[in-house]
């Protein structure tokens, strides 16, 4: 049983009888191990229960679009390819990165072509199709409204934001999760004793296997290109084994005691945020860095990092949420390794930003009180008075508006009675807070007539 993997595209686009017909001795060993079959995939176990969608489409030979969303390594070109082998369609790959609207096109006339000519349907393959401008996205319709081509895209963002509404609407949407570590262990495995793969030439210590499947996090195919590396440095060496020394060295990687489904997930992760809380930049980087070579999720990491610039930070430095948010959109737009850059830049702001606590203080007090019952009624003068007999309630009269008042404040009531003395928001005067402290403590007494 063989493990699920992506592998990009060698030109814009190619075709073949079928993915596995690229298979070749000196294939990489990720390609050379590709599942030919849906019974050979490890993971996704929804996707291939019987009756499943997918199966369906790939058993009863059905002509249905496909858009495969999750994280890289988990079979999206896998998939693509079992459905163009089991069903006997031609494949073609397209990149989103290289291939534009022509190339597109070109695809789809050639599909067509053979439709017409042989009878033979044409798998399209799209990798990163949210890379797709709108007009490129635009070009794949005809050939999936008309069938021509049963196109499976590949994405690892958010198809609802970042795919076309006609395309989503005609393809089958399928959501495939991380592989887990003995997901990993069990392609690792097979590889080596594969004739595909090794075919038994070396044999994976213990500690090894488990660094590998640490480094890996999720990606059958990462664990496999370090298989390859330290099955040559291993036999470069003469060794029979590949120790966990071999297998550091091939993956230019440190072992990190770090485990992410267990208590050092949650203890390093801890510390790297009281560590950007208390200001210790060096720390911070330190408990990062040993995240990212773990293989940790980067948008979990880039998560608490937006969770941390309001609760530890806040108005002390309003730049600070601006920062988080960027590098957690950089993560989802650039991805690892080169997305490190941008959570380490976030988390140096972050640690040397003056900090608050002050916005999380005043949240938690308000719902103190409204789970208090301290809720109230809305006073009348704050009613909606847009509607017809709200006058006749009382509604909106005498609210003053406060664009017409002395510096654009109006005293006026705008809590409930029952906490109208209410002081949720109580400011430091660390960093930018100091000024905003002035502001608002000015404006209080303005509001309340003090």
Known sequence: ??????????????????????????????????????????????????????????????????????????????????????????????????????????????????????????????????????AQQDALLPGVENRWVTLVAATTENPFFSVISPLLSRSLLLRLESLSDDDVRAVVAQALTDERGLAGEVTLAEDAAEHLVRLAGGDARRALTYLEAAAGAARSQGAAEIDLATAETAADQAAVRYDRQGDQHYDVISAFIKSVRGSDADAALHYLARMIEAGEDPRFIARRLVILASEDIGLADPSALTTAVAAAQAVQLIGMPEARLNLAQATIALAVAPKSNAVIKAIEAASADVRAGKIGSVPAHLRDAHYSGAEKLGHGARYKYSHDEPFGVAEQQYLPDVVADAAYYQPTSLGAEAGVKERWERIRRLIRGR
């Not at 493990?3 to 596995?20: M, N």
């Not at 050379?32 to 019974?39: F, I, K």
């Not at 042989?118 to 393959?125: A, D, K, S, Y």
Request: hydrophobic letters at 40%.
């Open 1 to 134: 049983m063989d493990g699920l993997f992506d592998l990009p595209a060698e030109a814009p686009t190619r075709g073949s009888g079928s993915l596995s017909a690229n298979t070749h001795a000196s294939a990489p060993l990720a390609v050379r191990m590709r599942p030919r079959t849906l019974d050979e995939l490890v993971g996704q176990e929804q996707l291939r229960a019987p009756g499943s969608p997918l199966r369906q489409l790939v058993e009863g030979d059905q002509s249905m679009s496909l858009l495969l969303w999750g994280p890289p390594g988990t079979g999206k070109t896998t998939i693509a390819g079992i459905v163009s082998g089991q069903t006997n369609r031609r494949f073609v790959e397209v990149s989103a990165v290289a291939a534009g609207v022509k190339e597109v096109r070109a695809a789809i006339d050639s599909a067509r072509a053979e439709l017409v000519a042989t009878g033979r349907e044409t798998v399209l393959f799209v990798d990163e199709v949210h890379r797709f401008t709108k």
